[in-house]
């Protein structure tokens, strides 16, 4: 069974566009993240979520709006995808917010 | 200002020699927590191993182990006997504890290793 898992794992799409990533964990945590890996492979926090609550907001353009419809999940959702959008984003989970943080497979997201 | 640095270039080291990976980080806090992530090609993120601030043993985990410091602020991962399928970036990062929930890990740039036979 997978921990976390994302969808899709590949996402291709034109400039303007609006996509969406879903991740879901199975784990039981109460707190979700997304991450963000650039070109460059540096890794940075995005948002995070507790118990559905939206905890750290780092400085994020607001055309990504996460969506936490429950414990168990916490979708990307992106508007008017831009070039510099293209990246590596990943899902994390963690017991408590202090817990260890288990990541999902990724989903790279290239705007043409 | 960065929190988790990791300057080493790429490294090259042969199948069943032990490599060290060197991690300093920046913090006043006096609780926090170190991680070592491993991303292969295949590019998923998996956990090695946890150092918390307050344990007094290095952690070990299988072949890895953490080599921590804390007046130093080092946290050097440690891997023996190293294999083929050890080549990957290894990402070390740091847990700021924040309020409940509000945990962040800060990550280093990476070490790519490369494993020969």
């Known amino acids: 069974d997978t921990a976390v898992s994302q969808t899709p794992k590949y996402l291709v799409t034109q400039m303007g566009n609006d996509k969406s990533i879903k991740c879901e964990q199975n784990?039981?945590?109460?707190?979700m993240y997304w991450y963000k890996q650039d070109s460059k492979k540096f890794l940075k926090i995005m948002f995070s979520?507790?118990?559905?609550?939206?905890?750290i907001n780092e400085t994020v353009p607001n055309r990504f709006s996460p969506k936490s419809p429950d414990k168990a999940h916490l979708n990307l959702h992106i508007n008017s995808l831009e070039l510099g959008d293209s990246a590596v984003y990943f899902c994390?989970?963690?017991?408590?917010?202090?817990?260890?943080?288990?990541f999902g497979p990724g989903t790279r997201l290239t705007v043409l | 200002a960065q929190k988790i640095t990791q300057t080493q270039p790429g490294m090259f080291v042969q199948e069943k020699e032990a490599v060290t990976l060197d991690c300093t980080y920046d913090?006043?806090?006096?609780?926090?927590?170190l991680f070592w992530y491993k991303q292969p090609s295949s590019g998923e993120m998996i956990f090695l191993i946890y150092?918390?601030?307050?344990?007094?043993q290095n952690a070990t985990e299988g072949r890895y182990s953490l080599n921590f410091q804390k007046a130093r602020k080092s946290a050097n991962l440690v891997i023996s006997a190293s294999q083929l399928g050890d080549s990957a970036m290894y990402f070390c990062?740091?847990?700021?504890?924040?309020?409940?929930?509000?945990?962040?890990?800060?990550f280093g740039k990476g070490n790519q290793v490369v494993v020969i036979p």
């Open positions: 913090t006043s806090d006096q609780s926090y927590g």
């Open positions: 150092q918390g601030s307050y344990d007094e």
């Open positions: 784990l039981g945590h109460d707190t």
């Open positions: 979520y507790n118990n559905k609550e939206l905890i």
């Open positions: 994390a989970a963690a017991a408590g917010g202090f817990g260890k943080q288990f």
């Open positions: 990062a740091m847990r700021e504890e924040g309020f409940y929930g509000n945990n962040r890990l800060a």
